[in-house]
């Protein structure tokens, strides 16, 4: 692994942390892997509904350099890539767990929205339900 540029000065702690989880979807990239386990690329950027390639990658280069995130490479055709945290993004998850707490409380407390997102699994089964309940009985399946 390479080193990181972000290597400091630092003012404290915090300083230092927030170094590594600055940007939209760091946090978020984070919480995937913890929740999903292994994703790949194309796994993570379904799960992250807004997120564009070009700033997924970038993020994912930076969050393996800083030794948040494994990159795991498989020599297939085609190319198979998976991304899952290391210990060191276990641990940052696990930092970050009272700050979501409190992020909840908060849209609890202005009442915002949550956006929900479905797993793939969760997705495939819910189109196939669908695409079922709109065909005219006794239309044969496709």
Avoid at 64 to 76: A, I, M, P, S
Avoid at 108 to 131: D, F, H, L
Wanted: proline fraction near 8%; charged fraction near 25%; glycine fraction near 8%.
């Amino acid at each position: 692994m390479p080193p990181s540029a972000r290597r400091g000065p630092y003012f404290c702690g915090i300083d230092a942390a927030m170094d590594v989880v600055t940007g939209k979807w760091k946090s978020l990239i984070l919480w995937e892997l913890h929740h999903h386990g292994t994703c790949r690329f194309a796994e993570l950027r379904r799960g992250l509904p807004g997120v564009s390639e070009k700033m997924l990658v970038q993020h994912l280069r930076e969050m393996e350099e800083d030794g948040l995130v494994h990159r795991e490479v498989y020599r297939e055709v085609p190319p198979k890539v998976e991304y899952s945290l290391t210990e060191h993004g276990i641990s940052l998850n696990a930092a970050l767990a009272p700050l979501g707490a409190w992020g909840t409380e908060r849209m609890q407390r202005i009442g915002a929205e949550k956006i929900s997102v479905e797993s793939p699994v969760e997705s495939s089964v819910k189109s196939s339900v669908e695409t079922a309940a709109s065909r005219q009985p006794g239309t044969p399946a496709p």
